[in-house]
């Protein structure tokens, strides 16, 4: 079955701080993953997107990586701000040329002063 | 630069009752997608259009419907409405023939039935 799976389920930090939130994925085939930032109430909103060949990308603080071996994937997030307190959410497109995204079940950041 | 638009960006209704969700999407995009977002729950994929036909189906019931018109906007209609159905929907569009398989989320609908 296609699941991607996201932990830590939910996590708080300071102001200032680094965190690092991980995506496992059971998608197969693999056409690309993306991570986008849901605040509450809102649409989420793109950060990355890597196809399998990518291992990492950055987007300002956020930087993804990716290994399409294991089938895992990160975003770190440098010198976190308040307006950073967010979901986030990992979701893998599962076919090639195609836009169907399974989404995982997000990471809720908080961030504190 | 423009963005996905929905209305209404509210909505309460009673049960039973019909509504009717719109979505207007980044000019240029020809695809349309609709997600239904519960309380603390991941979008469920409904259905998405592409050139004004349907191209994929998920869990949308069948009290619901929806349609792509000739400017590409899109309509969700949703009829009998249950308590079951309050939840965020969200629209994205992308350009599919112009290879941009990036989707891109509007504002979100929040549907209240009471």
């Known amino acids: 079955k296609n699941q991607v799976e996201q932990s830590p389920q939910s996590l708080i930090i300071l102001e200032g701080k680094n965190c690092t939130l991980q995506c496992n994925y059971t998608v197969s085939p693999f056409s690309n993953l993306r991570w986008y930032k849901q605040d509450t109430g809102r649409g989420p909103v793109s950060l990355t997107i890597?196809?399998?060949?990518?291992n990492t990308k950055s987007n300002g603080r956020y930087t993804a990586t990716l290994d399409a071996d294991t089938k895992q994937s990160s975003l770190h997030i440098t010198a976190s701000q308040l307006s950073d307190s967010a979901s986030y959410i990992c979701v893998v497109s599962g076919s090639y040329n195609t836009d169907k995204l399974i989404f995982g079940t997000g990471t809720r950041l908080q961030v504190f002063p | 630069a423009a963005g996905v638009i929905q209305s209404p960006r509210h909505l309460i209704k009673e049960k039973r009752e019909t509504a009717t969700l719109k979505c207007y999407p980044i000019p240029r995009h020809d695809t349309v997608y609709w997600y239904q977002q519960g309380p603390g729950q991941d979008p469920q994929f409904l259905i998405s259009?592409?050139?004004?036909?349907?191209?994929d189906k998920g869990s949308i019931p069948d009290r619901f419907s929806a349609q792509q018109f000739s400017d590409y906007h899109s309509e969700l209609n949703m009829s009998s409405l249950e308590l079951g159905d309050s939840a965020l929907y969200f629209c994205a569009s992308s350009g599919r023939t112009s290879g941009t398989y990036e989707q891109y989320f509007g504002p979100g609908t929040r549907l209240t039935v009471t």
């Open positions: 259009f592409y050139e004004k036909m349907q191209s």
């Open positions: 890597m196809t399998f060949s990518e």
